[in-house]
């Protein structure tokens, strides 16, 4: 069945579309194509031009199969003419994306707007191949660039080592010298705070309760590598055996690194701004002038703490804003943008890791597993990210033709005052096993016999979306719940036996989805000649060295758009697929798999990690001045 999808008006007002013309098809001497007045002037004979041109336009028109009669005439019409814009064609007669800063939209309604407008999974994949491109072909090829390329980004010296690290780096082969973005802006605030306080901030873990208990110290001291207690050697004990290859390269410091999943500590956001102010104009920033902690404060008042004071959620829950109406087609563009309630917070009730979240303290350092932007921890590279290696590499074509995922049910505390119906990882589970007939919409594509791809709103119960598309299961059994509900969810779930990596490779499509932090399976999935679909709220380490739509498929936390990005792929629920883009899934499966052979080896996260150690060591020099950043024409 096809069916109409409208926007709403703040959507339609953002897509900035121009006005519908209803006109109708003249058909004018110019109008016609060359052939039809070729002919038409080879012939004499009123009534047999007429009769001719009459069959001619019949068969035009039933063989340009329009996808509905209410399809934009105007579209409809370039296509009779030769102008269309489909698989077929050179151009699309629009090929800006529709978007904002954090999504890009389909039109809304292709039946009345145009269904041979470009499907924005086009646009996101050729936008993502020239972006990779240009990133690729501007990273330094000397030590010399590399420093001139750091003081441009950063307006700073780089720190002592950078030489060796350099070195080093293109000795191994890493890619990307420049790309380390992330990591400056995570250390960036602590040099707006004296190297002294934060020494102290560290001397205290040493002290095994409160925070200490949940930090295991790391000393390096003249390229050894000393590691203390805790309770998770795992973490402590991965991260030396990470460093030892470059222990000679290492400075002296201490590292602590919080033994949790998650991050450890949190920042208000004019707080970060302070600090960062502090770093940027040379002085050491007096905290006691920072929003802090307050008393009983709560989790939505922290919330909106930590993001910036102009951002959509802050607008959201002053009322300046309703939460935007992402609901329709649209798919993630900035990928970075999509991973934090800040930019779309409609996230913020749907993510297991958001039921909660840490007090908002001081700067406290801490190396962490896994970090959203308004934490206060710094991210590296833990081995267990890489130690998963499954060792099929079946070709993308013969994997089986649906999403598949195996886990468990956990993410959040499953207790009574937990809306834990509505964490990510119950909410995969619930959507993609549902045999509800309500009826949704799908965007879909398809070709007319002119070969022109265009736009189509199908009509499908979840029953059958899911019967076509889905291999989603919960497995073992009930975690992190009360008694009461564990028992319930023995009841009214269905488990079965774990999977391994080398099973879950059989599949061309697998959901790569967060647990209680981090995904530790996307490495294996990349690898592995699948399409992984990544929804997450925790930017990787590896965030400024990928490029999503290129190495991997973005999907939002909400789901809203997956049916619509499968069906994109995969085709329709038909037996012929129709409207599959299987030349561009593998594209991506095989860069994606290129990738991760490439770009995430061990001495990627070596290097990753040790340029983290050296601005680390910058930071904690106990010789260190307020610095101000370079002025610098470059």
Same mark, same amino acid.
């Given at each position: ?139 330094? @090829? ?133 600090? /960062? ?47 935007? $109406? ?6 993630? %563009? ?10 779309? $917070? ?9 039921? /909660? ?44 033709? @649906? ?48 070969? %022109? ?5 199908? /009509? ?17 059994? $009930?975690? /992190? ?52 679909? @990544? ?88 010789? %260190? ?10």
């Amino acid at each position: 069945m096809v069916n109409s999808r409208r926007g709403s008006l703040q959507e339609l007002q953002r897509m900035d579309r121009t006005s519908v013309d209803y006109t109708p098809l003249a058909w004018s001497p110019a109008a016609r194509p060359k052939s039809v007045r070729t002919w038409l002037r080879s012939r004499c004979g009123t009534a047999t031009v007429a009769l001719s041109v009459t069959t001619i336009l019949l068969v035009v028109i039933a063989a340009s199969s329009p996808p509905q009669s209410g399809t934009h005439l105007r579209d409809w019409s370039q296509n009779l003419m030769g102008g269309g814009s489909g698989t077929g064609s050179t151009e699309h007669p629009s090929t800006t994306l529709r978007s904002d800063e954090t999504y890009a939209y389909a039109v809304p309604d292709p039946n009345v707007e145009g269904s041979y407008a470009e499907h924005p999974i086009h646009g996101l994949i050729r936008e993502g191949k020239e972006q990779w491109a240009a990133k690729v072909a501007r990273q330094s @090829k000397t030590y010399e660039a590399a420093v001139h390329e750091y003081k441009r980004r950063y307006r700073r010296e780089p720190p002592p080592g950078f030489d060796k690290w350099f070195e080093w780096a293109q000795k191994h082969d890493v890619q990307l010298l420049d790309e380390y973005d992330s990591l400056y802006r995570q250390i960036e605030p602590m040099l707006g705070v004296r190297p002294k306080t934060l020494k102290e901030r560290v001397d205290a873990y040493r002290d095994k309760k409160g925070r200490g208990r949940d930090h295991g110290l790391i000393t390096i001291k003249d390229g050894v590598i000393t590691v203390g207690e805790g309770w998770r050697p795992a973490v402590t004990e991965g991260f030396a055996e990470l460093m030892q290859p470059v222990a000679h390269l290492l400075p002296d410091v201490v590292v602590p690194l919080y033994l949790h999943d998650a991050a450890s500590a949190t920042l208000d956001w004019r707080a970060r701004q302070g600090y /960062q102010k502090a770093a940027r104009e040379g002085y050491w920033v007096n905290e006691s002038e920072l929003p802090i902690e307050l008393e009983h404060e709560s989790v939505w008042t922290k919330r909106e703490r930590q993001c910036p004071l102009d951002s959509p959620y802050r607008r959201f829950v002053i009322g300046l804003d309703t939460k935007p $109406p992402v609901g329709g087609p649209a798919f993630i %563009r900035n990928h970075t943008n999509a991973m934090t309630y800040c930019m779309a $917070p409609q996230l913020a009730d749907m993510h297991g890791s958001l039921a /909660q979240t840490a007090d908002i303290q001081n700067l406290l350092p801490s190396f962490a597993l896994s970090t959203h932007e308004w934490n206060a921890d710094v991210l590296w590279t833990p081995p267990i990210l890489y130690d998963l290696n499954p060792k099929n590499e079946s070709p993308f074509r013969e994997k089986a033709h @649906k999403l598949l995922w195996r886990g468990s049910p956990d993410g959040i505390s499953v207790t009574h005052d937990k809306h834990w119906r509505q964490s990510h990882r119950f909410r995969l589970l619930t959507l993609l096993n549902s045999n509800d007939t309500e009826p949704r919409i799908v965007r879909q594509t398809k070709w007319d016999h002119f070969g %022109r791809e265009y736009q189509v709103d199908v /009509q499908h119960t979840l029953a059958e979306l899911n019967d076509r598309y889905s291999d989603v299961r919960a497995t073992g059994g $009930p975690v /992190q719940c009360a008694p009461a509900i564990c028992e319930h969810l023995k009841e009214t779930m269905t488990f079965v036996p774990k999977a391994s990596l080398e099973e879950m490779a059989d599949h061309r499509y697998v959901m790569d989805v967060d647990g209680n932090a981090y995904s530790a399976r996307f490495r294996a999935h990349l690898q592995s000649n699948q399409l992984p679909f @990544k929804s997450t709220i925790f930017p990787g380490w590896f965030m400024d060295r990928i490029q999503p739509w290129v190495h991997y498929v973005p999907v939002r936390v909400d789901y809203a758009d997956l049916y619509d990005v499968l069906a994109f792929f995969d085709g329709g629920l038909d037996a012929a697929r129709t409207g599959n883009h299987d030349d561009l899934a593998e594209e991506i499966a095989m860069a994606g798999s290129d990738w991760a052979h490439g770009f995430w080896r061990l001495d990627d996260m070596r290097a990753y990690t040790l340029r983290l150690l050296l601005e680390w060591a910058r930071v904690f020099d106990p010789a %260190r001045k307020p610095t101000a950043q370079l002025e610098l024409n470059v």
